[in-house]
Nanobody, 125 residues
């Protein structure tokens, strides 16, 4: 069982940056592809970004590409989401996600093996 705990959410203004962190409680962190999803009120959970087990490859959702970056530190069992040029439409609860395979992690919420409880990001206009 893998437990994921997000941190770093908050209230920011349009154009600001924010960095989310996710700490994983597992000795086998490097075996999991990791990523982020988000869910805005009244909307479905949306894929944001993912990174492979080694950190060598990243994938991004269309709406955040070129603005967000994802990274991981396997020595610290952590994954990060750097969010730049934030927009009001980025307002959502952001969830850390983990799966054995990067393909299932990026295929949709049903492919995620482990979820964090989420952290709220609010971007004011």
């Amino acid at each position: 069982q893998v437990q994921l705990v997000e941190s770093g959410g908050g209230l920011v203004q349009t154009g600001d940056s924010l960095r989310l962190s996710c700490a994983a409680s597992t000795r086998t962190f490097s075996m999991y592809a990791m990523g982020w999803y988000r869910q805005a009120p009244g909307k479905e959970r949306e894929f944001v970004a993912a990174i492979t087990q080694s950190g060598s490859s990243m994938t991004f959702g269309t709406s955040v590409k070129d603005r967000f970056a994802i990274s991981r530190d396997n020595a610290k069992n952590a994954v990060y989401l750097q969010m730049n040029s934030l927009k009001p439409e980025d307002t959502a609860v952001y969830y850390c996600a983990g799966s054995r395979a990067i393909a299932s992690l990026t295929a949709g919420a049903n492919g995620v093996n482990y979820w964090g409880k989420g952290t709220l990001v609010t971007v004011s206009s």
